[in-house]
């Protein structure tokens, strides 16, 4: 895999670029934007060349608000499409090579498959008003409640309508999302367990990265809680099993850390990651 971590924006792309190269990253991914902060095309165009002069060859980019696509309030929805529409053209102007989100959460006095329908034709609408024919990646989540994603059948039926529309879209894969859903992808056994059913109901060229994240929540408990890797649950055998496949060798692998994770943390996490793919 082409390994990296998410990197910070708050200073802006060219910072987030600078902490990617002090890392030693091979990939990176960043938010495309930040609330209330606008971005000329001279500063989009002069990310875009910097990154491709540098060692960073991959570039994601992951939708920054949690999106009320399958909502049933009509104006929710539709700020939601407003808001995605916006992602996609600026993470396309960045150069990313695709946008990955999560497919939020069906209302209260609705269901699964009707929360399903809704969040995919969502997308499609968002793709097709903004022109910028970026993949979309739908990420697996923990679970837990109405939210979308966390089943990996869900992802299939989010993923079936956009092939049909012609949409380029896959999957993006997050081990500690997989771990807080019930999947034991800390061990071998587990990791494969997980990687034959992810395949059997997605497909393995569905699935176009992956979020490489240990995590301190338990086993299936459907919390979202980021650890250095080394200091959560999940350690380095399930972790070798999936940097061995060779069908996800050309994957781009992200690191995500927690909420104050430093310079020092990052070159940690990506320094152990690496040590898993040798």
């Given at each position: ?17 600078r ?30 060349l ?8 991959r ?10 696509l399958a909502?049933?309030?009509e ?45 995919a ?12 024919r ?21 992802l ?15 999957a ?8 807080a ?30 979020h ?59 320094t ?7």
């Amino acid at each position: 895999m082409d390994l990296g971590v998410h990197c910070p924006v708050n200073r802006g792309f060219a910072a987030a670029l600078r902490h990617a190269r002090a890392v030693g990253c091979e990939a990176m991914q960043v938010f495309p934007y930040r609330r209330h902060q606008t971005h000329s095309a001279g500063e989009l165009a002069e990310f875009r060349l910097a990154r491709e002069a540098s060692p960073v060859r991959r570039l994601l980019a992951h939708s920054r608000f949690a999106p009320c696509l399958a909502s049933r309030r009509e104006a929710r929805r539709r700020r939601s499409i407003e808001l995605l529409d916006r992602e996609l053209r600026l993470a396309a102007a960045l150069g990313a090579e695709a946008l990955i989100l999560h497919a939020g959460a069906y209302s209260e006095d609705s269901d699964r498959e009707e929360g399903l329908r809704l969040a995919a034709a969502a997308v499609c609408e968002a793709w097709e008003r903004g022109g910028s024919r970026l993949p979309v990646l739908f990420e697996n989540v923990p679970g837990g409640g109405r939210r979308l994603g966390a089943g990996l059948h869900d992802l299939a039926e989010l993923l079936a309508p956009l092939r049909r529309a012609g949409i380029p879209c896959g999957a993006c894969v997050d081990t500690a999302h997989a771990w807080a859903a019930g999947f034991d992808v800390a061990v071998a056994e587990g990791m494969l367990r997980f990687l034959s059913r992810l395949h059997r109901v997605v497909g393995a060229d569905e699935v176009r990265a992956f979020h490489l994240n240990d995590t301190r929540a338990l086993l299936g408990s459907q919390r979202e809680s980021h650890a250095v890797w080394g200091r959560g649950f999940l350690g380095t055998e399930g972790l070798r099993v999936l940097l061995a496949r060779p069908e996800y060798a050309d994957r781009p692998g992200i690191v995500e850390l927690p909420l104050g994770a430093d310079l020092s943390d990052a070159l940690a996490a990506l320094t152990y990651v690496r040590a898993c793919g040798i």
